[in-house]
């Protein structure tokens, strides 16, 4: 019973996406989702698994996600796959952790589909994930296809504060003075030293697991962003999930601020 139980609940699943999909307006839906994929721990844990399997299932989710953006038009996603806060994690965690980040980054990189670009403090990842996000990069920087922004070492503190070092290194290598700098500052002068640099802001940010915060999730970037607060660990974040995030941003209006 129990058995049959779960192949009905999967089948009333799929009919209701299907449903939600048939009526989501994809013309006027995001253009770049931000994903802060959390929950692989916890989802272990409910599950009766390790740490180390969490991670793994949360790394296979991400090619059933950009599948799905594929289908709906999406142009740019950010994957928030490694924060500068985890760096500070124990070290066999944080070895293990980075091996399964790398893996991934591998697996989207050799897959053909997507173009990859990597986000964050390259300089406090260790030389193996450096080489990598390179490796990555060059492979699949330059293809067709939606572009994975990989978020790896990554904090929005530590991204405005380098986006402001490299400005002031510029501007310093032309000539200027600090006070000039500063006169003549503008928030398109900071917007083009950001790790995503000439790409579009995220429209939608979707957070999984339940926890509502942005935890410095591209700060400068979200100034107008909607969010999306999902109950589910990432691991199980289904397609239902993602179209009902979908649904959710076209319902709104978007005041930019206002």
Partial sequence: M????????????????RRVEGRLDTD???????????????WAKAAGSTTREG????????????????????EVVT?????????????????????????????LAEDGRWRVHHVGAVEALPERTRKVLREAEELAGQRDGILVNVAVGYGGRQEIT??????????????QTLAEVAEA???????????????????????TSGEQRLS???LWQSAHSEYYFCEVYWPAFR????????????????????
């Fill in 79 to 107: 994957l928030w796959l490694l924060s500068t806060d985890n760096l500070n994690r124990e070290p066999k965690e944080l070895e293990v952790l980075l091996g399964i980040v790398e893996g991934a980054v591998r697996d």
């Fill in 28 to 42: 006027g839906g995001p253009k770049h989702i931000g994903v802060i994929l959390d929950g692989n721990r916890r």
């Fill in 185 to 207: 500052l503008t928030v398109e002068d900071i917007s083009e030293h950001l790790y995503t640099r000439g790409q579009p802001d995220p429209d939608l940010v979707i957070r």
């Fill in 2 to 17: 129990n058995r049959l139980h779960r192949i009905l609940r999967r089948l009333a699943v799929r009919l209701y996406a």
């Fill in 55 to 74: 991670h793994e299932a949360g790394a296979a989710k991400i090619r059933e996600l950009l599948g799905w953006c594929a289908e709906t038009d999406v």
């Fill in 239 to 258: 397609k239902v999930d993602f179209l009902r995030a979908l649904r959710d941003y076209a319902a709104r209006h978007r005041r930019y601020g206002v």
């Fill in 162 to 175: 380098d986006a402001v070092r490299s400005l002031l290194d510029k501007r310093a290598a032309e000539g």
């Fill in 216 to 218: 410095g999730f591209m």
